[in-house]
């Protein structure tokens, strides 16, 4: 069986789904047993897609500057 020690190393892989499937399920037998791992995990998952929506949020007002300097630029064309 998996220590807690191995789950907190694993658990990021885990939560991308790399893992092999027998290690996964070691790691849901763990879980099951044990809070703090559990707890871990969770916390972990949170703080993952936290970040993963701040970066795309991040991502999209960069892509909402260029498309706004796009038009500007055409503006500035068309006047004579
Ligand atoms: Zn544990």
Redesign the pocket.
Known sequence: MLS?KD?TEKASDYLDHKLPLRTRLGMRL?LFM?V??RQYLHQLHTTVRTLSLLGERRQASEQEIESTLETLRHKDKQQP
């Open positions: 807690c789950v763990h044990c703090r791992c």
